[in-house]
């Protein structure tokens, strides 16, 4: 299900990344503390490669939006104390007076043996702040006011976790040039890194998302636009419908969308137009004329496999 980098494709890509990255601010910073089982391990060449194709999920998003995401710098009376699963353990980890600097959602990554049939789980961080208003409003929306409403508009996160499956139930497909449209076998590590990223910027997880559910159908303006009214979703409320289908921006290619419930192996999903625009339903700040990774689906495989089914949320302040 995904793509790998060799050694020469991986210079291009990060060529590649460092353009967009002068184009927006967003930065999502991958951190692997927590990946006790050495899936991603940076000394082996199995982990190098699962690392690439995180990074290039990762630039995909970072070049999509411009948003200016406020640090979190906790000192003194303001004090900071994140929470989010272990990727590796499953158990909530506390990060006390966690600096998150500006511009960056910080990504812990790993993984472990997870329910069958489950490729990934996505955590959105939590929290406890103690401070001044300022530096509580910060921890709570990093700048992005509309996250402060009532009726949220805005998301500005600090970050959370994804686990990935690591039981040898699942064969991971790891692209080593996710910009090539070749047929493979097993579930693309690319499409599953990206569908996660998103959820973790807010898709089925903000409160700027929920305030635009309604029933079973989000109602982002930018998504009714698009699509001619409100998009259904899946009866957990964190994906589009089963097998709801969208065009890859730049293109004319209909493909399911990435942030339906399920992928299914020897397949390839990238952001459609739907997704795109419920991101920017959530708050994120589109970049003009973003150009996107080129699509590419081959349905090899029928199986299917769900792609995040627990969504956990825990925040107080
Ligand atoms: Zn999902």
Redesign the pocket.
């Known amino acids: 299900m995904h793509f790998g980098p060799s050694l020469k494709s991986i210079l291009v890509g990060l060529a590649v990344v460092a353009t967009v990255r002068d184009v927006g601010a967003l930065t999502l910073t991958l951190d692997y503390r927590y990946d006790t089982s050495g899936f991603f391990s940076a000394t082996s060449a199995d982990g190098q490669a699962r690392r690439a194709v995180l990074e290039g999920s990762a630039s995909v998003l970072e070049g999509l939006f411009s948003d200016t995401l406020s640090a979190i710098t906790p000192a003194g009376d303001n004090q900071f104390y994140a929470r989010v699963e272990s990727p590796g353990t499953g158990s909530q980890v506390e990060l006390p007076n966690l600096v998150v600097p500006v511009d960056q959602v910080l990504v812990f990554v790993g993984a472990r043996n997870l329910e069958s049939g489950v490729l990934a789980v996505?955590s959105v961080g939590g929290y406890s702040a103690a401070g001044s208003p300022e530096f509580l409003a910060t921890a709570a929306a990093r700048g992005q006011t509309g996250a402060l409403l009532g009726q949220a508009t805005d998301f500005g996160p600090w970050g959370g976790s994804i686990a990935f499956a690591s039981g040898t139930g699942v064969n991971w497909y790891v692209d080593a040039d996710p910009s090539s449209t070749e047929g493979f076998s097993g579930y693309d590590l690319f499409s599953v890194a990206l569908?996660?990223m998103t959820?973790l910027l807010g898709f089925?997880t903000a409160d700027s998302w929920d305030d635009r559910v309604q029933g079973t159908t989000f109602m982002g303006p930018a998504t009714v636009s698009l699509w001619g009214g409100g998009a259904g979703l899946d009866p957990d409320l964190?994906?589009w419908k089963e097998g709801t289908t969208s065009t890859a921006p730049g293109t004319s290619d209909l493909q399911e969308a990435a942030?339906d419930?399920t992928l299914a192996a020897g397949v390839r999903k990238v952001l459609t137009r739907l997704d795109v625009a419920a991101l920017s339903d959530v708050g994120w700040t589109p970049i003009p004329q973003a150009v996107p990774l080129p699509a590419s689906a081959p349905l090899l495989l029928a199986a299917l496999a769900g792609?995040?089914p627990l969504l956990r949320r825990a925040r107080n302040s």
């Open positions: 996505t569908h996660e959820h089925g964190a994906h942030m419930p792609l995040v």
